[in-house]
């Protein structure tokens, strides 16, 4: 009985809890322009094979629980690059012109260290032209934050918004923007 009762809080501290984290994206935009460009559908990967729920986040194999956002990952990317496309100056109508597609290959939380927490995002977005595939660009962003209450949603908006800023200057430079 007495090592019942020493092992009970030991367990009960190893319970994983899952948390939720409301996500509301303000842009940044990196550039300004003017245009039509289209935002297409964006899919979670490893949602698609089954690893995590379609708004759970990746997570290291040593952490307990799970992290959960308030929408799902695809949509969350999807829209964030629309409201960063229209910042800038763009028009997001359907278009037979430039299309922006993409899969988000990974969307990794790790909130297990001491002093900081890491997000990781990696997108491969698919871009289109008159209806042709023209071009894919596979873009990763880190975010190391403070791990302090609520620095959770701005480790996610800032990492996003840093992948998205990244593809939209590489179109820049490739002159498609």
Known sequence: MKKLCLALPILLSLVGCSTTIPVNYVPSPSIKGSGNVEVGKFIYAPYERKQVKANQFQSVSVAIGAMYLSENV??????????????????????????????????????????????????????????????????????????????????????????????????RKDKLL
Do not use: C
Request: avoid cysteine; hydrophobic fraction near 35%.
């Open 74 to 171: 695809s949509d969350l990317v999807e829209q964030s690059l629309n409201k960063e496309l229209l910042a800038a100056g763009f028009s997001t109508e359907p278009t037979t012109g430039l299309k922006i597609s993409g899969t988000v290959d990974r969307l990794l939380f790790d909130w297990t260290g001491f002093t900081e927490m890491d997000m990781y995002l990696d997108v491969s977005y698919s871009i289109s032209k008159n209806g042709n595939q023209i071009n894919i660009k596979k873009i990763s962003s880190h975010k190391a934050l403070p791990k302090m209450p609520g620095y959770d949603s701005e480790a996610i908006r800032s990492t996003i918004s840093d992948n998205i800023s990244k593809l939209l200057i590489d179109l």
